[in-house]
């Protein structure tokens, strides 16, 4: 019922579209006077504007525009002189400012150089004065091993009138025991070696302390070595 209600207070369709037509039909109506009016006031400017297109006025507008390209053009001319001295002194300033980093560059680099080569040949100096000091070191350690090496050695006891014995197979011997009957010996004294064999019926356990020095050598003691080097200066050595 409500909405019948409201549906019956509000207007028909043609009375909506009453007021846009008749402001339609009115618009239709002035279109052609509008057309008109316009076609001839557009007539009138196209009118005024063929009167004033003349032969004279088209040459004035002519030889004004090309007056005005004339002093275009020459104040471009003129720009382009300004612009091209403005760059020239610019690179100008640049080329000296270039010229003078790349002098005080050259004098660093120069200079660095000079440093890193005094510096090189004092570091080549201390390298030789430091491998000539290693190398003496390395020299006199030397010549204490051999010094001591020759004072540990064997040959010292042979010098003193003592040989070493062999066997056949270079093994020493180190008492009359290991010596047998015909056996092959190889005796050592300090300026050579010379061959012996063994009486065939002497037997070895019977070698008495008369035919020791000769068949039973003895290697070099530990004291022997100390009796020889008591002369040198250990101190220095070490």
């Keep these: 019922n409500e909405l019948r209600a409201a549906a019956r207070a509000l207007p028909a369709a043609n009375e909506l579209l009453a007021i ?7 618009l239709a109506a002035g279109l052609p006077r509008g057309l008109k009016a316009n076609t001839h006031a557009h007539f009138r400017r196209f009118a005024a504007s063929s009167s004033r297109l003349t032969i004279g006025v ?7 525009a090309r007056q005005r390209l004339t002093v275009s053009g020459e104040r471009i001319t003129l720009s382009a002189r300004s612009l091209l001295h403005r760059r020239r002194e610019r690179f100008s300033g640049l ?8 002098l005080a560059n050259a004098k660093a680099q120069r200079n660095a150089i000079a440093r890193d080569l005094e510096r090189t040949h004092r570091l080549a100096e201390r390298a030789r004065r430091a491998l000539l000091t290693t190398l003496q070191r390395l020299e006199a350690r030397v010549a204490h091993r051999s010094q001591l ?27 009359a025991a290991a010596v047998g009957p015909n056996a092959n010996l ?5 300026d050579g070696r010379v061959a012996a064999t063994t009486d065939a ?6 070698a008495t302390p008369e035919s020791q020095p ?11 070595p100390k009796r020889v080097t008591k002369p040198v200066d250990q101190g220095s050595l070490f």
């Design 186 to 190: 190889s005796i050592e004294f300090a």
């Design 20 to 26: 846009p037509r008749q402001r339609l039909d009115h």
């Design 95 to 102: 080329e000296i400012r270039l010229k003078a980093s790349k």
């Design 149 to 175: 090496l020759s004072a540990l050695s064997y040959r010292g006891v042979l010098a003193r009138g003592f040989a070493l014995v062999r066997d056949a197979q270079g093994h020493a011997i180190h008492s």
């Design 214 to 224: 000769k068949l039973q050598p003895r290697e070099a003691k530990p004291a022997a």
């Design 58 to 64: 088209l040459r004035g507008q002519v030889a004004h």
């Design 201 to 206: 019926d002497q037997p070895a356990a019977t």
